[in-house]
Structure formats: structure tokens, C-alpha cells
């Protein structure tokens, strides 16, 4: 049972423009909540984290969006570019160990 | 700036024999963690260390795994007799105790194993 879904294997979004990546989770004890960047033959990368006492955390190009009663997670880039083309992986944690990752989405930055 | 190493990175191996990985986490990170990678999936957590103590395993982690930190800096993960089903990316990852709730875990480039 996936306690964490990312639905959009791939996600294609045209340079400059906005790119949206969702989450969705089960466990309303989650608290922590990341977003990971991962290119081929590399290991994942931190972007944005946000706790569950905030709605909303800005870095950036990249912010991240948490509704705690729908028990989703959005991360938002603006402007996209073909550099941020990758696959993105959702973390949620209910401590300080142990995250649990979504399945990610690719996605594709078209120049 | 030295982040999280993995050493190897890629590492092929046929069916039965042992292989160990090594992990040097950032230098002031006293929690260290290993994760394993297969294709689609995200991350799955294996076995988590507090310094030298390794306080948790999932129990994807069967018998033939062993994972050790013996003086709280790099770690090993060895796998005896590999099988197919153990081909996947191994990463490792690493968090500073700072006080707060909420740690960042930090990852490695990860090991490609491939068992044949």
C-alpha cells in the first residue's frame, strides 16, 4: 500500500513557463515534507523542504505548497528551464529518519 | 565543498558471490542512512545509523544484507550471495543532528550493482 503517490509518471511543460509537480500522501502524521532532483546515474538532490506547521515555502524559482487537509504537496517552478528537465521526487517523513519517497516524475523542459 | 561519496559506483557481479559498498557521509553528519534504488520506484530506506549505533532496519533488509559504521564515519553495506533481484542503485545519505525536529538527509551519487 503506497502511503506516498506521485500520479504523473512525466510531466512536459515549455521553457519559461510554469511547471507543477504533485503529490499526494495517506498518513496525516506525516510532518515533513521534501522535494528531491534526480538526473540519470546520479544520486537524489534537495530542493525545497516545508514543515507541516507552514502552507507554503519559497526558494527561489521553487516553491513548495502543502494543503494538510487534502494531504497534498505541490512543488512549483517559475520559470521552468531545460536544466530543471529531471526526475522529481516527493519526501514525507514523521521524524527525523526514514523518509518515505513517492514514485517521481519526469520531467521534460522543451526549449 | 565534500558531500556524501560512494564508492563504487558501479559494480557488476555474478550470481552467488559478496559485495561490499562504501559510504563517506558529509564530515560533521552524525546520522547516516542506506536507501535502495529500482527502476520506477522511488528510494526505499533500509537501515539508519546514530554514530556507530544502527538503530533501525527495514525489513527489506534480509539476512544476507549487513550494514556497519564502526567508528561513526563511513559506513559498509555488504551483500552476500547476491541475487538478480538485488540488482539496483544502493544509496547512501547523511543528516546532522542540529537540535531541530527535522533533519535534511543528504545523498551520494549512489552504486549501480548489477548481478548477473
Known amino acids: 500500500d503506497q502511503q506516498v503517490k506521485q500520479n504523473s509518471p512525466s510531466l512536459s511543460v515549455q521553457e519559461g513557463r510554469i511547471s507543477i509537480l504533485n503529490c499526494d500522501y495517506t498518513?496525516?502524521?506525516?510532518?515533513?515534507f521534501l522535494w528531491y532532483k534526480k538526473y540519470p546515474a546520479e544520486g537524489p538532490t534537495f530542493l525545497i523542504s516545508?514543515?507541516?506547521?507552514?502552507d507554503k515555502n519559497e526558494d527561489g524559482r521553487f516553491t513548495v505548497f502543502l494543503n494538510k487537509s487534502a494531504k497534498h504537496l505541490s512543488l512549483h517552478i517559475v520559470p521552468s528551464q531545460p536544466g530543471d528537465s529531471a526526475v522529481y521526487f516527493c519526501a514525507v517523513s514523521s521524524g527525523t529518519y526514514k523518509y518515505i519517497f513517492g514514485t517521481g516524475t519526469r520531467l521534460k523542459v522543451l526549449a | 565543498d565534500t558531500g556524501v561519496s560512494q564508492d563504487p559506483r558501479h559494480k557488476i557481479t555474478k550470481r552467488g558471490q559478496n559485495v561490499t559498498f562504501r559510504c563517506d557521509p558529509i564530515s560533521e553528519h552524525n546520522r547516516l542512512y542506506w536507501y535502495r534504488q529500482t527502476l520506477g520506484q522511488g528510494p526505499e530506506f533500509l537501515t539508519y545509523f546514530q554514530n556507530e549505533a544502527q538503530l533501525e532496519k527495514s525489513r527489506l533488509l534480509s539476512d544476507r544484507f549487513s550494514a556497519e559504521r564502526p567508528k561513526g564515519s563511513f559506513s559498509t553495506l555488504e551483500i552476500q550471495r547476491t541475487e538478480q533481484g538485488d540488482s539496483a542503485m544502493y544509496l547512501c545519505?547523511?543528516?546532522?543532528?542540529?537540535?531541530?525536529?527535522?533533519?535534511?538527509?543528504?545523498f551520494g551519487p549512489g552504486t549501480r550493482l548489477l548481478v548477473l
Open positions: 545519505a547523511s543528516s546532522s543532528i542540529s537540535g531541530a525536529y527535522q533533519e535534511t538527509q543528504y
Open positions: 516545508i514543515s507541516s506547521i507552514k
Open positions: 498518513n496525516s502524521m506525516f510532518d515533513y
